[in-house]
């Protein structure tokens, strides 16, 4: 099954964990070349933040990828940040999850309730979300779904709006959250090194 060879690969792969600032960190580095890193809330168990990174066709190393968290701050020089900016009033598209639901948040949407509208496409696995005026349109994926091979389910996805915010969540399937459950029992198992420590143990 696709879900245990997904968990097993994670089991595999060599990785290196950190305790920092209430965050148990975890960097991943696969045999391809990939790398993805974790950040998980140590009280609360959460994953905050998930990022990936390839090397390009010249073997150089590409800029992290969000898959989940917040943009960090851009790594360009500050007299470029200046001349561009992004307008704070865009809508902005950012993925939060919590313990049972993949949760994504649209902010900087103006428009009722009413007008938006999901459906899922599943010839390209993937969830749409627009509205009747018009206004916005915004095509993504489930990653965690996809390396799975786990179905989209439609019934899954619910949303709310309040604040200029739409917020969507899918239900996450029960061969996710055990999954998920056994990768932190994993995770939890190595020699985390806390701030400070320069000794880094992988596993």
Request: hydrophobic share 35%; proline share 4%; charged share 30%.
């Amino acid at each position: 099954m696709a879900v245990q060879c997904w968990l097993d690969s994670l089991k595999a792969t060599k990785k290196t964990a950190l305790i920092q600032d209430g965050k148990r960190k975890v960097h991943y580095l696969f045999s391809d070349g990939k790398e993805m890193a974790e950040e998980y809330d140590i009280k609360t168990d959460e994953l905050i933040v998930r990022k990936w990174r390839v090397k390009n066709a010249l073997g150089a190393q590409r800029q992290w990828e969000i898959e989940v968290g917040e943009p960090g701050p851009s790594i360009s020089g500050a007299q470029e940040s200046q001349l561009i900016k992004e307008n704070s009033s865009n809508p902005v598209f950012v993925r939060k999850d919590t313990k049972t639901c993949f949760q994504w948040r649209i902010r900087n949407l103006p428009y009722p309730k009413e007008v938006y509208s999901l459906s899922v496409e599943q010839t390209e696995r993937c969830c749409i979300v627009r509205t009747t005026n018009k206004k916005y349109f915004k095509k993504f994926s489930i990653p965690d779904l996809d390396r799975s091979q786990l179905p989209l389910d439609s019934s899954a996805f619910s949303f709310a709006y309040a604040n200029n915010t739409l917020i969507i969540s899918y239900q996450k399937p029960k061969e996710i959250l055990l999954l998920e459950q056994e990768l932190l029992r994993e995770l939890k198992k190595m020699n985390a090194t806390s701030d400070g420590e320069v000794d880094c143990k992988t596993q």
